[in-house]
């Protein structure tokens, strides 16, 4: 498969800082550009950060056609393996699909982990379309995507504005997969909700609150916000907290 051309704005981004290590993981059509910011704060603190692009973003939606969890789990795991070798502590955080890409990484590594922080994650979805995602997925259909849910006037995610039924199928399959393995997860997390999101329905937040297993947990509602909270109004908040989070584990 040729090389696609990425869009501007979509390259993966690193910088080395101190031996606390941070993964930032983007959302589902998504782009690096979307976390990109919260990285660049994190590292301003003095922390070594690494955003990638996972497979099928930030280039075509018909190339998000030919990848799903397996690729998108597997670019994330290589990133935190490289931050496991090279860092004391290490951190998780992700928007959306990111999130959801991060809670699986902390069913699986939580004794390796320092600390879990995610916006607006899901492990399920209540849009009733989704119970059409089995037939959908079957073929290669291109729907109305789930860009740009912000608040903030102006402000714009580099994200595809359509959305491969292929791959939402796919993802719908793995956020059940995650969901059921939440009691695994026992490391120190942050859970962002914003409370007018219009793409991950906010339960989501309170529900891996009251299910994973993790004693140091907290739960922040972040009242002006959208879906794409890290680009919208309170993304200093999410900053703000998560710098406090990182230095107190």
Known sequence: MS???LLAGAEPWAADGDTTGVLFVHGFTGSPQSVRGWAEKIHASGRTVVVPRLPGHGTTVQDLANYGPEEWVG???EALRGLFERCDKVFVCGLSMGGTICYDLATRYADRLAGLVVVNAPVYTRDPRAKLAPLLGRFNLFLR????DIAAPGVREVAY???STKAAAKLIRYMGEVQRRLGRITCPALIFTSAQDHIV???NGEY???HISSTDKRHVVLERCFHVATLDLEADVIVHETEAFIAAH
């Open 161 to 163: 504005d359509r959305v």
């Open 3 to 5: 090389e696609l051309k």
């Open 208 to 210: 891996v609150y009251d």
């Open 75 to 77: 670019t994330a795991e």
């Open 145 to 148: 995507g789930p860009a740009n």
């Open 201 to 203: 329905h906010p339960s």
